[in-house]
Each structure stands twice: as structure tokens, then as C-alpha cells.
């Protein structure tokens, strides 16, 4: 049919407009793809340059330098070495185990450490560094690098690890430092990426561990080319990161190690501090553990050994430690006494060698008796049944507030694993804790440190530091951090009576100065070098009636762990005291047997800055002390002074 011009004209039109629109959304297409080219060859240019180059350019991170730790005489007791070490990235290996037996060809590698790289690297994302062995030598780096083709995603660095010049002796103050394991990275809510590294070491124990992060550092960072197997190819820049800052710390290295080496044989304590700013001079735990060895991963049977050791060489016993503190505590109880006016300095009690509280009997060490005894004879001969009556004068409430007052109950606030709070017991406590009512009888074990009352070492020698100077010393660890000096502790006025004070400090002078003295057998001769002091005997077993009717057994005949604990706690020089000290020798038997003497030579070298002369020793003991100090000098390091960082 033909058609007419009018639905021609329309048809055309139609073709027209749908030709303009066809034609309309291809230009908008063209004009949007040109936009878009545009935009990404000129406006993005820069961001998609940075997307190819993340293709050929790694960024890592660089573990800082971990600040060293040094003694107040600028002994480096925490020192970085150099360590080569090889690493490997799964993502760029390829067959792991493939790499991994060529590498074992070049290179010797404990089967052990290859087990645990593998676990690690099953744990770990592909692209994380696994360290499969440390410590190689340099020979071994080079045979590593010269075979570099043949071991895809393995490369050799060089690192810092942590040692320990001193060993044993500071390990249960600095601590030692091991790598990050889950269960630290499970305790920290916000992990810092250094953290992430291969066996980046941080802080388990100690100073190490309170001060992680003084001590860590900031990380810095490296860029680096890689090819398509992921070869480095080179190195395009790098930004150091920040290193830790330097601790100094008050301790006396060569003193500390003095102490190490005196208590040697015993399972033992001894804390020092030095009187004029409350410097922890030495804190010493006996027997003691290589650091070291933890540092690299300690091995199985070196582990065994250490918690198979009824000496308990891990146990840092001078600030862990808690001990009943026995006639140590007298001190405190008169105080109490003369404090409330409950007792006079020359007021008598009469010791018969027992007391009877409620038809239970207390005795004193000295069967017999002391009979008509004072506060400074009381203290002097440590009579028991003087304090047994005071004490009931007082009351329990009285005797554990002077405690506190003096720095026992308290933790004191140091940068150490688990610093002991020790007990001051008093009504409130015993009701809180057990659900009971305090009894007499409480009262009277409690006058004599025994019962429930618990010390530290480090609380007895503050106690004995704020006998001496009548201030409130506060015991210092840190000296300086970055160069900057920490607060001291040197303390304000007690506000004591100071007559109460010189009572008690005459007393613990004829305690070692005096004939009748518990520790006269270990007195300072030297005139100017003269200790003051009080030993004390704590029991770990109850002696039974029936033991006191057929005679005490000695300690000497008992096992080790049923044998008394010995404990001294003393100042020196008299005139003037500088330092104070306390010892605690586990199942030691007597103070004035065990502690006294280790207090005694530990002041001694204190004083003199070394070993002390024959003369301030009494003459019978003088040929043992020669070969003491020949067989101790022998074993103390020469401590290099170290001016920066190793």
C-alpha cells in the first residue's frame, strides 16, 4: 500500500528523534568515559602512581633501640648487642618448605626453632616477618646473602638484643626482657604495632617490665623495592625511629653484688637503703638466676632446675617475700606503749619465762626467765614476756598503727614484680577477713612478730630507716630517667616523740655494742663505723607442750624447712647513720646466728666503698673474714663504666 506524504514526513521525524537521542547518550558516554579519563590521568594521577608504586615498594617498620638501664655509678647493668638474624615473609616464599630445606643446607638451624617458626607462620598472616633463627654468626649471614637468589621471602638482618653484664646478681631487680607472646598481646587493649615484629622483646619482670614504656621506644619505619618475586631490590629511604629513654637506677652495683655473693649457700634476703634521700643502695635474693637465659628462651631443663630448687632462685624474696618479722617487731610494740603513756622507759615487768593469758601459756625464749625487766633491757636481752604485758596495755589497734606509721602493712610503690603489702593486723582486719573477733591472745603473739603479722624484707628496712632518722623515708629505685631526677625519699618528720626514738636507738646499741647483746658476736669494732641493731627468730612450727617438757628440739636437728627463720635489722654508723639494712636468712635458726653477720658485712662494705679493713672485724673472726673476702672478691665483675649507648 502505498503511503501518503504526511505518514512519510512523520516517519522521518520519528527517525529523526530517535537518531538525536541515540546519538545524544553516545556523545554523554564518550564525554563521560573522556571525564573520567581525565580525571584519572590528571586529577588522580598521584594517587594512582602511589597504587602502582605499593605494588614494587614495602613499607616496615624499625624496632627502636631499647633504652639501657644503668646503676647509680653509671654501670650499664641492661645493655643492648648486636644480633644477626634471619627472617622469613611466607608470602613471597612459595614453597615454604622448600625454602626452608635449602636453608638448612647453607646454614645450621635446631630443628626446635624451625617446628616454631612453622607453627608461627600457620598463626600469622603471610605477609608478617617470622624469625626462624637469631643469634647467628656473621659467616652465616654472608653464606645467607650470597644465596639470596635461591631463597625466596628469606632475608638476614641485623637487630639489637637485650644482655646482661651482672647476671644473677641484679636479675630479680632489672628483670629480664622475651618476645611477645599472645597472652601479652591479650592483655593490652590497643597494641602498638611494635609489637607485631618477630620476636621484638619487651619486659617480663622487673624494672624492665614496669618501665616497658620508658624503656621501648618509638618505631621507625623503612621503605624498600621489591621486584616481582618480591626480592628487595633496594633500599629507598628510612626514618629512625625513637629510642627509649635511659634509666638510672639507685642501686650499687658492686654492692649489690657483694650482698649476692655473701649470702651465697642460703636461701636469703638483704635490702639496704642509703638514710639521706631513701636510695635503695642494694636489694638482694638468694639464691638467684642468670637472665640471660631468658632472653634467648630458656631451655627445658634449665627451666626444671629453677622450679625444682627448694631455694626458690626465681623468687625475688626481698620485696616478694613475707616473713613473721619476729623480735625484729619489738620496736614497734614499745613504741606503741610509750607513745600512749602506757609504759615508761623505766618501768619494770617480771618475766618469769612464761606469761598467762586466759589459761593459755606464753613463753620467752629464755627458759628461766629475765626476771625484773625495762624497755632497754627488754630490747637488749629481747626479752618476750616484757612485750607480752605492754602489748595488752596497749592494744592490738595502737600496735598496728605505729606499724603503718613505720612502713609496714603498706606497699611501698616501686617499679618490681609484685611488691608485698604485708600484714598489720589489727580488730577490723581479723573481723573483715576471717569473720572473727580479735582475741587477747592475738595480741600477745602479735607484740613479738609472730600471729598474723607479715613483713617484707624492704618493709623492715624501712622501718629501720625511719627508726633512725625519725622521717618518714620512702624508699627510691629510679634516680634518674632521661637525665631527669626523680622525687626522693627523703621523707618528712615522723612527729614521734624523740625521746621515745633515742630510747629505742640506745637500746639498739647495746643490742650489738654490749656484752649481753643478742648480736654482740657480731659487732663493728671501728669506732666510727659502728652498728646499731635487733635480731629476731621467727618460728614456722607450733612447739607442742609436750616438745617443752621433753626439751626443744634444736633448728640444727630439724629438716631445712621447719627450722626457724633468722632475721637482723640494723643502721650504721651510730654518731651519724647513713644506712639501713635488714636480712632475712630462710630457716636460718637464730638471727643473732644467721642475719646478724651478713648485715654486719654488707654495712661494712657499705660504708667503706669495698672491703672494709680486718680491724673494724672483732679478732677471732678476723682469718675468716680474710678468706671470705678473698673467695667473694674473686666472683665480683670489674663493672666497666659504659658513657653511652653500647
Not at 546519538?23 to 573522556?34: K, S, T, Y
Not at 580525571?39 to 602512581?49: G, I, K, L, Y
Not at 625444682?308 to 619489738?330: E, H, I, N
Request: charged share 25%; glycine share 10%; with cysteine.
Amino acid at each position: 500500500m502505498k503511503r501518503s506524504a504526511k505518514d512519510t514526513i512523520q516517519s522521518a521525524r520519528t527517525i529523526n528523534r530517535r537518531a538525536f537521542v541515540v546519538g545524544g547518550v553516545q556523545l554523554g558516554i564518550v564525554g563521560a568515559l573522556g571525564y573520567r579519563l581525565r580525571d584519572m590521568q590528571v586529577e588522580q594521577a598521584d594517587q594512582f602512581r602511589l597504587l602502582a608504586e605499593e605494588n614494587r615498594i614495602n613499607i616496615r617498620l624499625l624496632p627502636p633501640e631499647r633504652g639501657v638501664i644503668f646503676d647509680r655509678n653509671g654501670i650499664a647493668v641492661a645493655d643492648n648487642e648486636q644480633n644477626y638474624r634471619v627472617i622469613m615473609i611466607r608470602e613471597d616464599a612459595g614453597d615454604v618448605g622448600e625454602v626452608l630445606a635449602k636453608l638448612t643446607e647453607i646454614v645450621h638451624i635446631e630443628p626446635g626453632d624451625l617446628a616454631r617458626a612453622m607453627e608461627e607462620m600457620r598463626r600469622r598472616s603471610p605477609f608478617v616477618p617470622v624469625t626462624i633463627a637469631d643469634r647467628l654468626s656473621w659467616e652465616d649471614v654472608a653464606a645467607i646473602n650470597l644465596n639470596t637468589p635461591a631463597l625466596p621471602g628469606i632475608q638476614a638482618e641485623v637487630g639489637l638484643s637485650r644482655v646482661y653484664p651482672w647476671g644473677a646478681d641484679l636479675a630479680h631487680v632489672v628483670g629480664y626482657v622475651g618476645p611477645v607472646s599472645d597472652f601479652d598481646l591479650s592483655r593490652i587493649e590497643d597494641p602498638d604495632p611494635l609489637l607485631q615484629i618477630p620476636k621484638f622483646q619487651i619486659g617480663k619482670t622487673g624494672a624492665e617490665n614496669k618501665l616497658e614504656q620508658e624503656l621501648r621506644g618509638s618505631a621507625g619505619t623503612r621503605r624498600i623495592e621489591v621486584n616481582a618475586a618480591g626480592r628487595i631490590m633496594r633500599e629507598l629511604d628510612r626514618r629512625e625511629g625513637d629510642p627509649g629513654k635511659d634509666i638510672q637506677l639507685t642501686i650499687d652495683s658492686r654492692l649489690q653484688s657483694y650482698a649476692q655473693a655473701r649470702m651465697d649457700g642460703e636461701s636469703a634476703a638483704a635490702v639496704v637503703i642509703d638514710l639521706e634521700n631513701g636510695d635503695l643502695r642494694a636489694i638482694a635474693s638468694a639464691p638467684s638466676f642468670d637472665p640471660n637465659l631468658f632472653v634467648r628462651g630458656i631451655s627445658v631443663p634449665d627451666w626444671n632446675a629453677l622450679n625444682a630448687d627448694k631455694y626458690r632462685p626465681l623468687a625475688a624474696k626481698a620485696v616478694q617475700g613475707t616473713y613473721p618479722p619476729g623480735s625484729t617487731f619489738k620496736m614497734v610494740t614499745v613504741m606503741a606503749a610509750m607513745e600512749e603513756g602506757v609504759v615508761t622507759a623505766d618501768e619494770t615487768v617480771y618475766c618469769p619465762g612464761y606469761t598467762d593469758v586466759f589459761n593459755i601459756r606464753f613463753h620467752c625464749w629464755k627458759r628461766g626467765g629475765h626476771g625484773n625487766i625495762n624497755l632497754h633491757e627488754s630490747l637488749k636481752q629481747s626479752c618476750d614476756c616484757y612485750y607480752y604485758e605492754i602489748a595488752q596495755r596497749v592494744g592490738i589497734d595502737k600496735i598496728a598503727a605505729m606499724a603503718r606509721r613505720l612502713g609496714l602493712g603498706i606497699r611501698h610503690d616501686l617499679p618490681l614484680s609484685a611488691v608485698a603489702e604485708g600484714l598489720a593486723p589489727d580488730k577490723e582486719w581479723k573481723s573483715r577477713v576471717r569473720g572473727e573477733e580479735w582475741r587477747v591472745g592475738d595480741t600477745v603473739n602479735a607484740s613479738i612478730g609472730q600471729g598474723y603479722v607479715l613483713s617484707s624484707p624492704l618493709q623492715l628496712a624501712v622501718m629501720t630507716a625511719r627508726l633512725a632518722t625519725g622521717r618518714e623515708v620512702t624508699p627510691r629505685l629510679v634516680r634518674l630517667i632521661d637525665g631527669v631526677e626523680q622525687p626522693s625519699g627523703i621523707g618528712e618528720s615522723l612527729g614521734i616523740n624523740e625521746n621515745v626514738l633515742r630510747r629505742v636507738r640506745a637500746s639498739m646499741d647495746d643490742v650489738c655494742n654490749h656484752r649481753r647483746g643478742t648480736a654482740y658476736g657480731s659487732r663493728i669494732v671501728d669506732d666510727a663505723h659502728k652498728m646499731a641493731g635487733k635480731t629476731g627468730t621467727s618460728q614456722v612450727r607450733r612447739i607442742t607442750p609436750e616438745e617443752r617438757a621433753a626439751g626443744i628440739i634444736r633448728n640444727e636437728d630439724l629438716p631445712w624447712e621447719r627450722r626457724d627463720h633468722a632475721l637482723f635489722v640494723g643502721y650504721a654508723p651510730l654518731d651519724k647513720p647513713r644506712y639501713a639494712i635488714s636480712v632475712v636468712v630462710e630457716h636460718g635458726g637464730g638471727g643473732s646466728r644467721a642475719a646478724a653477720p651478713i648485715a654486719r658485712d654488707i654495712l661494712l662494705q657499705a660504708q667503706y666503698g669495698g672491703p672494709p679493713p680486718l680491724e673494724a672485724y672483732p679478732s677471732n673472726v678476723r682469718d675468716q673474714i680474710a678468706e671470705q673476702q678473698r673467695r667473694i672478691s674473686a666472683r665480683i665483675p670489674p663493672g666497666a663504666k659504659v658513657q653511652g649507648r653500647a
